[in-house]
């Protein structure tokens, strides 16, 4: 069974402050997703890294890939209000020719104005 | 506009009466997935459909049942639905090649049993 391992799993903190989300497993996979979920909607995607140590930016987002594609790393610069909600990453697996998605629990951000 | 559509948004059923919902997509996604997620919890795949192949996952409960008869449409059926089966149910499609299997999720479907 492939697990992701996110952490923390929550945070609150005040605006304008940075924080780094992690995702770790012991299974490498073909590429990883993260979502952001606001309450009672389904999750959106926010960015999808493929090749190890890769480095994408959204903004104010960072997202880095780990060298070995076990591992993901989510940035926030200037935390504001609007970020608030659960940070869910996804990796990417095809097992036994059937591909699906396996998530993590998740990390609930609560930025405070 | 909504590309993955899910209805109904919010689904009241009794214990043990069987209850469908239903998901439909205008993206011409190979695979159709189903989530379950409980109270601030990961999504918990329950199974997944590539093309007609329907994927199981090991510790879906056989109370869970789904059909896919398009490419368009899917449904979950819950056959006889605990207290414990209240959650939201996520469905989501993806094109399903490797580094296309970004998942394109609905609203959702929020189930309460009483």
């Known amino acids: 069974t492939q697990l992701l391992e996110q952490s923390p799993q929550f945070l609150s903190i005040q605006e304008g402050e940075n924080l780094t989300v992690y995702c770790n497993s012991s299974s490498v996979f073909s590429s990883l997703q993260w979502y952001r979920q606001e309450p009672g909607e389904g999750p959106v995607l926010l960015v999808t890294v493929v090749t190890g140590g890769e480095v994408k930016k959204l903004k104010r987002l960072t997202f880095q890939f780990g060298d070995a594609r076990k591992d993901s790393s989510l940035h926030i610069t200037a935390a504001q209000p609007g970020d608030t909600g659960l940070y869910l990453c996804?990796?990417?697996?095809?097992?036994?020719?059937?591909?699906?998605?396996?998530f993590g629990k998740g990390m609930k951000l609560t930025v405070n104005p | 506009d909504a590309m993955v559509i899910q209805n109904p948004r919010y689904q009241v059923t009794q214990f043990g009466k069987p209850v469908t919902l239903s998901c439909s997509q205008t993206?011409?996604?190979?695979?159709m997935y189903w989530y379950q997620q409980k109270s601030s919890q990961a999504p918990k795949l329950l199974f997944h459909y590539y093309d007609k192949d329907f994927n199981n996952e090991a510790d879906t409960p056989d109370n869970f049942q789904s059909r896919r008869p398009n490419t368009s449409f899917c449904f979950l059926d819950i056959r006889s639905p605990g207290l414990g089966d209240a959650a939201m149910y996520l469905c989501?499609?993806?094109?399903?090649?490797?580094?296309?299997?970004?998942?394109?999720f609905g609203q959702g479907t929020r189930l309460t049993v009483v």
């Open positions: 993206l011409n996604h190979n695979v």
């Open positions: 989501a499609t993806s094109r399903g090649r490797f580094v296309n299997t970004e998942a394109f």
């Open positions: 996804a990796g990417a697996s095809n097992q036994g020719g059937s591909e699906k998605l396996v």
